[in-house]
T-cell receptor
Framework: DTGVSQDPRHKITKRGQNVTFRCDPI?????LYWYRQTLGQGPEFLTY????????KSRLLSDRFSAERPKGSFSTLEIQRTEQGDSAMYLC????????????FGPGTRLLVL | KNQVEQSPQSLIILEGKNCTLQ??????????LRWYKQDTGRGPVSLTI?????NTKSNGRYTATLDADTKQSSLHITASQLSDSASYIC???????????FGGGTRLMVKP
């Protein structure tokens, strides 16, 4: 257990539905990252926050994806109008800017879009 | 384009044997290189981190090497155990460590 938690751990939804995932980082970490990982591949960067500011977004983050970190603590990742291609593991990681920037990963949320 | 390539894609070894995993990268500007272990269905866990000036770093039975000139790294696992069965991901950071590029991982299976 790295101290980063994600909820839910698994989500099955029908195509076209909206889903929202939550990440709770290690409490003193000011950076929070979202990644997507498909089977047999390494994680792909989606976006990251420093405190409440979203500093960078990948081109993978289409208009259907939105992430927030309103109070600089937990974060949510919402996918609207889900597609089958969105099926993946969504990983959250957090780091402390002055702590060697090692990213600590949560257990992930596995999404299956039917 | 920043890329991290790992080999082999998968590996099966017998318990107690040693193995070496390879990582080649083209990430620039290089900040540091990490090896992560990812058990099935779980998030990655950091094993080692090396900066430009470090050639080798050990963590128990795991020893990572880095050749910044050839942009290659290796992860050597000594006296493998069944619990070493996992994916091992090479991760190179750039942009002053803010951004990460992940390799596709090597899936290791240790058999009794």
């Amino acid at each position: 257990d790295t101290g980063v938690s994600q909820d839910p751990r698994h989500k099955i939804t029908k195509r076209g539905q909206n889903v929202t995932f939550r990440c709770d980082p290690i409490s003193e970490h000011n950076r929070l990252y979202w990644y997507r990982q498909t089977l047999g591949q390494g994680p792909e960067f989606l976006t990251y926050f420093q405190n409440e500011a979203q500093l960078e977004k990948s081109r993978l983050l289409s208009d259907r994806f939105s992430a927030e970190r309103p109070k600089g603590s937990f974060s949510t990742l919402e996918i609207q109008r889900t597609e089958q291609g969105d099926s993946a593991m969504y990983l959250c990681a957090s780091s402390f800017i002055a702590g060697g920037q090692t990213q600590y990963f949560g257990p992930g949320t596995r999404l299956l879009v039917l | 384009k920043n890329q991290v390539e790992q080999s082999p894609q998968s590996l099966i070894i017998l318990e107690g044997k040693n193995c070496t995993l390879q990582c080649n990268y083209t990430v620039s500007p290089f900040s540091n290189l990490r090896w992560y272990k990812q058990d099935t269905g779980r998030g990655p866990v950091s094993l080692t981190i090396m900066t430009f000036s470090e050639n080798t770093k050990s963590n128990g039975r795991y020893t990572a090497t880095l050749d910044a000139d050839t942009k290659q790294s290796s992860l050597h696992i000594t006296a493998s155990q069944l619990s070493d069965s996992a994916s091992y991901i090479c991760v190179v950071s750039f942009n002053a460590g803010n951004m990460l590029t992940f390799g596709g991982g090597t899936r290791l299976m240790v058999k009794p």
